[in-house]
Each structure stands twice: as structure tokens, then as C-alpha cells.
């Protein structure tokens, strides 16, 4: 049974960083490409970032390059995304997912998280 289980979510101010944490289990996750995307009210479900099952590359929206970094630790079934320079804007709840093979588009994932819910304050 594949379970992801996302951490770290909270309250913060513009400015500040945050860490989030997904931790998966089941099938060959280890293999997968895993991906963060995120929906604020309102809106649509976006791609945020992701990265392939060897952690050799990474690709992330335009909203969040530079700011954003996507890593993973296989040997703790564990991918992360630090945050910095946070906006209100990067309100939102996030969600990390699974897929076999990289794509930005939150159709293709086959599985999901529960989210974690950031806020950001001005």
C-alpha cells in the first residue's frame, strides 16, 4: 500500500523559510519521480517542483526557481522542500505526489499526500 505523508506545514511571516517534509512508503516510490504541487484557495492544484528518482535533476516552476529546492533521501524514504524568501503568495496547502515519470502536470501523478497547509503573512 503506498502512503505519502507530508510534515512541516505552518504559519510564518514574508521573508521567512520553511522546510517540508514527505515520507513514502510502499511499491518502488524509491524509483519514482516525486513532485510537490500546491493549491490556494480558489485555484487550481499547481506544480511547484519535483524530482527524479535519483535526485539528478530537479525542476521547478518559474514562481518558485531560485527560491525553492527539492531534494530526496531514498535510504530514508524521505523527499524535502525548503522554502525561502517566502510571499504571501506562497500561501497555500501542499501536497507531495508520485509518478513514474516526470511531468508538471497533476493529472499524470499517480499518488498523493493529504497536503500540509502553509500561510505566509505580510
Known amino acids: 500500500q503506498v502512503q505519502l505523508a507530508e510534515s512541516g506545514g505552518g504559519l510564518v511571516q514574508a521573508g521567512d523559510s520553511l522546510r517540508l517534509s514527505c515520507s513514502f512508503s510502499?511499491?518502488?516510490?524509491?524509483?519514482?519521480?516525486m513532485g510537490w504541487f500546491r493549491q490556494a484557495p480558489g485555484k487550481e492544484r499547481e506544480f511547484v517542483a519535483a524530482?527524479?528518482?535519483?535526485?539528478?535533476?530537479?525542476y521547478y516552476a518559474d514562481s518558485v526557481k531560485g527560491r525553492f529546492t527539492i531534494s530526496r533521501d531514498n535510504a530514508k524514504n524521505m523527499v524535502s522542500l525548503r522554502m525561502n524568501s517566502l510571499k504571501p503568495e506562497d500561501t497555500a496547502v501542499y501536497y507531495c505526489?508520485?509518478?513514474?515519470?516526470?511531468?508538471?502536470?497533476?493529472?499524470?501523478?499517480?499518488?498523493w499526500g493529504q497536503g500540509t497547509q502553509v500561510t505566509v503573512s505580510s
Open positions: 505526489a508520485a509518478n513514474n515519470y516526470y511531468t508538471d502536470r497533476r493529472q499524470n501523478y499517480d499518488y
Open positions: 510502499g511499491r518502488t516510490l524509491s524509483r519514482y519521480v
Open positions: 524530482v527524479t528518482w535519483n535526485g539528478g535533476s530537479a
